[in-house]
């Protein structure tokens, strides 16, 4: 089992930055896959990005590509979403999500299987 708790969301100005962290416990954090999605209230949650520990990939939505940028530190069981350039599309409540591997539709939230609470980012324009 890993435990997921996001924090680092907030309110910023679009075209400017914010750094999400998940914190993870369990002891195959280092082995999972990790995802980063994000949903606005009654729409379905989207895929932003995703790292495969098996094979080092990291995937990207087209709509954040050159923009964000997940990355992980499993000495501190911590993965990060960095976001550069907020659009005000960007807003919603981000989640933070493991797998045991990678899923193959990634970009499918119901084929994770371990999310945090979520954690909200609103860009203003």
């Known amino acids: 089992q890993v435990q997921l708790v996001e924090s680092g969301g907030g309110l910023v100005q679009a075209g400017g930055s914010l750094r999400l962290s998940c914190a993870a416990s369990?002891?195959?954090?280092?082995?999972?896959?990790m995802g980063w999605f994000r949903q606005t209230p009654g729409k379905e949650r989207d895929f932003v990005a995703a790292?495969?520990?098996?094979?080092?990939?990291?995937y990207y939505a087209d709509s954040v590509k050159g923009r964000f940028t997940i990355d992980r530190d499993n000495a501190k069981s911590t993965v990060y979403l960095q976001m550069n350039s907020l659009e005000a599309e960007d807003t919603g409540v981000y989640y933070c999500?493991?797998?045991?591997?990678?899923?193959?539709?990634?970009?499918?939230?119901?084929?994770?299987?371990?999310w945090g609470q979520g954690t909200q980012v609103t860009a203003s324009s």
């Open positions: 790292h495969s520990w098996n094979n080092g990939n990291t």
């Open positions: 999500a493991a797998h045991t591997r990678l899923p193959g539709l990634y970009t499918i939230a119901s084929f994770w299987g371990y």
């Open positions: 369990g002891r195959t954090f280092s082995r999972y896959a």
